[in-house]
């Protein structure tokens, strides 16, 4: 991997935090003219302190448009990786090192290359949820939100690999009728949700609608009566006349959902086994205390080499434009 970052600073038992620290975050926020973006799936603390709350999409757009001088990026790797391509001159601040992304990690980016070369004369349409290195081998980026309207932008005849995430790219070929080569990466957390497990939540939940992540697995996605984004699941779920929803994505977002519909219910989808594997385990190394440090102490930074930045920076771009 050519992402490289200061030494990481972490904390331990020793480490005096402040009684308050949302009010320390917000005065080292006004210090550090920082902002901070943070992922749907965080802590709900983190959600809480964050200066925009969003999925890929809406946080590629807010650090593409940001005039900070530092960008605090409570998400994953890759997401903080899209941040400091959009900004070489910021510093982008990651509070965990090691929340990476199993999605991410499915798709080396030697094998890709090989991969690529295979199939020759193809457009690559890439999920942002990838490395830089990835990126940077990429035409098109795309997000959950706007996959489909991106392949159907693309000409009829112009053959297409889509990486890495196979659920998704199974349902922009559903959705377009286009026959896309896909490089068979996923989400440890969307393929892990139990069909069977969803049937008994809807017969004792009759009056519950299932909404699904287009990450899920094909037998899930059958289940759902709506299949979006994280924000669109969101947006949904606030919308619709319904009281109860089974949410198969990963349940961080139900904390918004309970913040902007309050009278409704909203239930996880449950994992196969009797385990928290419904919940990123990347996401959640994310602790407000991480984040503070982070801004504190000016680490981990997240820095990429140029000449992959500036390749990176390409497809991501189109993917803006194309939005």
Request: aromatic residues 6%; charged residues 20%; hydrophobic residues 40%.
């Amino acid at each position: 991997m050519f992402t490289t970052a200061l030494p990481q600073q972490r904390s331990n038992p020793s480490t005096a935090f402040p009684q308050d620290l949302f009010a320390a975050i917000q005065a080292l926020k006004q210090e550090l003219n920082a902002i901070i973006l943070a992922h749907y799936y965080q802590d709900p603390d983190i959600q809480d302190v964050a200066d925009y709350l969003g999925d890929s999409l809406g946080l590629s757009q807010q650090a593409a448009q940001t005039d900070a001088d530092v960008i605090v990026f409570a998400g994953v790797h890759f997401m903080a990786e899209t941040a400091k391509i959009l900004n070489p001159n910021k510093l982008v601040l990651l509070p965990d090192l090691d929340a990476g992304c199993s999605l991410a990690d499915s798709c080396p980016p030697q094998a890709f290359a090989e991969f690529k070369a295979a199939h020759p004369n193809h457009l690559v349409v890439s999920y942002i949820n990838c490395t830089a290195e990835i990126k940077a081998m990429s035409d098109i980026i795309c997000t959950s939100s706007n996959a489909v309207k991106i392949v159907r932008q693309i000409p009829e005849d112009q053959p297409i690999i889509f990486a890495p995430d196979r659920n998704l790219g199974r349902y922009v070929m559903e959705q377009t009728g286009r026959d896309l080569v896909l490089w068979q990466g996923s989400c440890m957390v969307h393929e892990t949700f139990s069909e069977k497990k969803i049937v008994q939540l809807q017969m004792a939940h009759p009056d519950a609608e299932v909404i699904a992540h287009p990450e899920c697995e094909p037998a899930v996605l059958r289940r759902a009566q709506y299949i979006g984004s994280t924000t669109a699941l969101l947006k949904y779920a606030e919308q619709s006349d319904r009281q109860a929803f089974i949410v198969a994505t990963e349940p961080g977002i139900i904390h918004q959902m309970e913040k902007q519909a309050p009278h409704k219910r909203f239930i996880p989808a449950p994992p196969m086994n009797n385990c928290a594997c419904n919940e990123c385990p990347h996401m959640r190394l994310n602790t407000l205390e991480k984040l503070y440090l982070a801004m504190k102490q000016r680490s981990p930074e997240i820095t990429l080499p140029e000449d992959v930045r500036v390749r990176a920076l390409r497809p991501i771009q189109r993917m803006l434009e194309m939005s």
